[in-house]
């Protein structure tokens, strides 16, 4: 698997890598902490992607309340070298880790997390931290002083800004810029063939500062898998009975329409449809490196057929095209 640098943090990552939210819950939602997926399927997982070359894993201290940061810490205790080597942790903070724990990028706050992710990961240093939401509550000053005093102290090598606005991560480069602090070297998006929003401004900001760009969501919360159907019940567990909300503008026929386009040219190319979907996006130009969320193992096969797949300026233009 191709390792890209990611923007000017003089860090590669794997091109796919994999996300570990579901480990022990369903992101950082309270109310799932302790459901998702279970420590022994979350191991299983984590060794088919390594066998399949992915060396980037993504998670954040509020997964699963803790528990996705410590079954990675002993995933890698268990394995030993090469793989504890050449394993880059990305982690994030901003949610509470329990109901009613406090929030946020207060400076204090990222000290106190990043030395509790590091206890749980078993590790002294993480490749990347990112803060996981804009806190419009704390001055980018204060936010990027702690962060610039983590990577100074060698416990960060980079930082990076998950879900932020164009308009947010311009503020915190400039603050960068003008006060000398480690600026966000990358940032961390929903991105997919159904949610482009980030075409319209956030990949203006990405190029024009050099910046790396991750893509989450390749499968828009299972709607480019195929798992939703034209008048049919949404599947038990499925995303759509559980977190719904950021997904009910894809509740329409013109999506149905371009589900079903998009199905006919998966079986052309002898690929599923969560295949080619990868496929688009890790030809993106913009995009340094998509996250996957598998919650099994044999979710991992889209990522194979996406590796092994080559779709043309043209082709990618025309799966866009589908989706309007």
């Given amino acids: 698997m191709e390792r890209r640098a990611l923007g000017r943090s003089g860090i590669s990552v794997s ?50 309340g803790g528990r996705s940061e410590t079954w990675i810490g002993e995933w890698l205790a268990t394995r030993g070298r090469p793989v504890r080597d050449e394993i880059v942790l ?26 509790r992710s590091l206890s749980r990961l078993g590790v002294e240093r993480v490749s990347l931290y990112v803060a996981h939401e804009f806190d419009p ?35 915190a480069l400039q603050v960068s810029q003008r006060v000398g602090l480690t600026r966000y070297e990358w940032a961390q998006s929903s991105y997919s063939l159904l949610d482009r929003q980030d075409e319209d401004a956030l990949f203006g900001v990405v190029g024009s500062h050099g910046l790396g760009y991750e893509a989450y969501g390749p499968l828009a919360g299972g709607w480019l898998s195929g798992k939703y159907r034209r008048g049919e019940p949404y599947p038990e567990g499925s995303r759509m009975t559980q977190r719904p909300e950021s997904y009910l503008r894809y509740t ?14 998966a079986f052309a190319r002898g690929v599923s449809m969560a295949g080619l979907a990868t496929a688009w996006l890790l030809g993106a130009p913009e995009v340094t490196a998509v996250v996957v969320g598998p919650t099994r193992v044999e979710h991992l096969e889209p990522v194979r057929e996406a590796l092994a797949l080559e779709l043309s300026p043209e082709d990618r233009g025309h799966l866009r095209g589908l989706f309007g």
Wanted: hydrophobic share 40%.
């Fill in 137 to 171: 509550e704390v001055p980018d000053e204060e936010t990027l002083g702690a962060f610039d005093e983590l990577v100074r102290a060698g416990k960060v090598g980079a930082v990076g800004a998950s879900n932020f606005s164009a308009e947010q991560l311009t503020g």
């Fill in 252 to 265: 329409d026929d013109v999506v149905f329409d371009g589900l079903e386009a998009f199905e006919r040219e």
């Fill in 90 to 115: 990305e982690t994030k903070t901003f949610n509470p880790n329990t109901e009613g724990e406090d929030h946020g990028l207060a400076g204090a706050r990222i000290r106190r997390q990043i030395d």
């Fill in 15 to 64: 091109q796919v890598i994999l996300g570990c939210g579901n480990f022990g819950g369903v992101g950082s939602s309270p109310a799932f902490f302790g459901r998702g997926i279970p420590r022994d399927e979350a191991f299983q997982i984590m060794d088919a992607a390594w066998e399949l070359g992915i060396t980037t894993f993504d998670t954040a201290d509020a997964y699963g």
